[in-house]
């Protein structure tokens, strides 16, 4: 069974302290891997896709990696206003075409 | 530009009591349209998709159903709302294009009680 697991589950961080959010993936034909983030009661938003192992993108203070099992998302010097939970999903190639595969999400939180 | 709408943002239903989310979307033409709940820490999950004006596959059998009934209209419904519907549903868009990224709409918070 196809399978995205994010971890942790929750962060803390003091503003200006790094870290990274890991997405595992056991998926058959993987043919992208998406980050979003997701801002209370709101839809997710956007951030990067992934599609090849040893890609990476960044965007601010951001940046997303890819391997063949796993993608992480770098946070470099978090502000208060990165807390949000970010989403990573794979897309996989099913009968009924591209199908996104969501994991539960990593809450991130950075306090002053 | 494209943009997607989505109806009401929060909604307080009785169990048995009917249910119809509307989501549109502006500035494209023939997208493929989804509909995802999200219940608390659990992910994201597909409910039905669209990839044209009356073709609608559902992902999980449930107490839901789906209709676009124009090109840029995708309607969530239930005849008779069970507890276990309350969550928060999502519309979302993409080109039809294989493997581009979803836009989503603001999301609908359902409580049924």
Known sequence: EDQVTQSPEALRLQEGESSSLNCSYTVSGLRGLFWYRQDPGKGPEFLFTLYSAGEEKEKERLKATLTKKESFLHITAPKPEDSATYLCAASILTGGGNKLTFGTGTQLKVEL | ?113
């Open chain 2, 1 to 113: 530009s494209q943009t997607i709408h989505q109806w009401p943002a929060t909604l307080v239903q009785p169990v048995g009591s009917p249910l119809s989310l509307e989501c549109t979307v502006e500035g494209t033409s023939n997208p493929n349209l989804y509909w995802y709940r999200q219940a608390a820490g659990r992910g994201l999950q597909l409910l039905f998709y669209s990839v044209g004006i009356g073709q609608i596959s559902s992902e999980v059998p449930q107490n839901l159903s789906a209709s676009r009934p124009q090109d840029r209209q995708f309607i969530l419904s239930s005849k008779k709302l069970l507890l276990s519907d309350s969550g928060f549903y999502l519309c979302a868009w993409r080109p039809g294009r294989e493997n581009e990224k979803l836009f989503f709409g603001s999301g609908t918070q359902l409580s049924v009680l």
